[in-house]
């Protein structure tokens, strides 16, 4: 396959993970993907440059979260998550940083996020069900220790940002990324 036989409609399936691109000659594309009960979507432009596939989204990348309300409060970081649907809330998870050092921890059955830590450099949320790039809620010079956030309706939707696409002869491929956490992954052209 060649940059000239490039657009069109492009497959990949592996187990209950059902994803699909398509790139018209306009440079658009759209992208569907499904695995269990997680359906994500995207629409934007491409470039070829050589083999790669560079996407931008119309999605912004980093702003799955907004922040309702944040205060300084002395005790340790606490994230209230808030969804019409407190299942979708228990799926956060907070990246931050203590002393240069990167640290996790999950939202509980209550929908908070305790962070026992002091003092926390810098703070990101990630959904687990629809990753995407990490929304940062705090920085180095944040003095903040208590977030309440929400869940923006951007969630299910993709942002590539940081996803590349290679042509290959076969197809499609790229790296293991956060959308897609695999080896070996290869989208095939509809009709090939």
């Given at each position: 396959?060649?940059?000239?036989?490039?657009?069109?409609?492009?497959?990949?399936?592996?187990?209950?993970?059902?994803?699909?691109?398509?790139?018209?000659?306009?440079?658009?594309?759209?992208?569907?993907?499904?695995?269990?009960a997680a359906?994500?979507?995207?629409?934007?432009?491409?470039?070829?440059?050589?083999?790669?596939?560079?996407?931008?989204?119309?999605?912004?990348?980093?702003?799955?979260?907004?922040?309702?309300?944040?205060?300084?409060?002395?005790?340790?970081?606490?994230?209230?998550?808030?969804?019409?649907?407190?299942?979708?809330?228990?799926?956060?998870?907070?990246?931050?940083?203590?002393?240069?050092?990167?640290?996790?921890?999950?939202?509980?059955?209550?929908q908070e996020?305790?962070?026992?830590?002091?003092?926390?450099?810098?703070?990101?949320?990630?959904?687990?069900?629809?990753?995407?790039?990490?929304?940062?809620?705090?920085?180095?010079?944040?003095?903040?220790?208590?977030?309440?956030?929400?869940?923006?309706?951007?969630?299910?939707?993709?942002?590539?940002?940081?996803?590349?696409?290679?042509i290959t002869?076969?197809?499609?491929?790229?790296?293991?990324?956060?959308?897609?956490?695999?080896?070996?992954?290869?989208?095939?052209?509809?009709?090939?």
């Amino acid at each position: 396959m060649n940059q000239d036989n490039f657009p069109g409609i492009y497959h990949f399936q592996r187990q209950e993970l059902v994803a699909s691109f398509y790139f018209t000659d306009q440079e658009r594309f759209e992208f569907f993907y499904s695995y269990g009960a997680a359906d994500r979507n995207a629409t934007g432009t491409y470039t070829v440059d050589g083999t790669t596939i560079k996407l931008k989204s119309d999605k912004a990348a980093g702003n799955d979260f907004t922040i309702i309300r944040q205060e300084k409060r002395g005790g340790p970081v606490t994230i209230k998550v808030t969804d019409p649907n407190p299942m979708l809330a228990e799926y956060v998870r907070a990246l931050y940083f203590v002393s240069g050092q990167q640290l996790d921890t999950v939202c509980n059955r209550e929908q908070e996020i305790i962070i026992p830590e002091t003092p926390v450099d810098k703070i990101y949320l990630q959904h687990q069900l629809f990753p995407d790039v990490a929304c940062m809620i705090k920085d180095e010079s944040g003095e903040n220790d208590y977030f309440e956030v929400g869940l923006n309706p951007s969630l299910q939707q993709v942002s590539f940002k940081g996803i590349d696409l290679f042509i290959t002869e076969e197809g499609l491929t790229c790296h293991p990324n956060y959308l897609l956490p695999l080896e070996h992954i290869l989208f095939r052209k509809k009709g090939d």
